[in-house]
């Protein structure tokens, strides 16, 4: 299956929004739990949100009331609405699918970088 190519990443100041998109050809994409992680410089990668097949939503605690995951099937893209933007959010993100046979997560692509500084 081929990686996601994720875009939207940028430089931002405190409190901005900006949304992330990835897309990818896959073909069991509406079959899938879709997520979006991030690695900060020195960190490891880290579940931001995912998101069921059947739109059952995951974010972690960092991030709740501020982002929010979707997923347009017909186009098999995922999008990240981020809103409030911390210092902390500053990392690569990545999208990911989540293998229904082993439950790993698959399908790294670059990532695109959101940097929050001021």
């Known amino acids: 299956q081929p990686p996601f190519v994720e875009s939207g990443g940028k430089l931002v100041q405190p409190g901005e929004s900006l949304e992330l998109s990835c897309g990818t050809s896959?073909?069991?994409?509406?079959?899938?739990?879709l997520a979006w992680y991030r690695q900060a410089a020195g960190m490891q990668r880290e579940l931001v949100a995912s998101?069921?097949?059947?739109?059952?939503?995951f974010y972690t605690d960092s991030v709740k009331g501020r982002f929010t995951i979707s997923r347009d099937n017909p186009m098999n893209r995922i999008h990240l609405q981020m809103n409030n933007l911390k210092p902390e959010d500053t990392a690569i993100y990545y999208c990911a699918w989540q293998s229904r046979e082993t439950g790993d997560f698959k399908g790294w692509g670059p990532g695109t970088q959101v940097t929050v500084s001021s």
């Open positions: 998101i069921s097949r059947t739109g059952t939503t």
């Open positions: 896959i073909s069991i994409f509406r079959d899938v739990t």
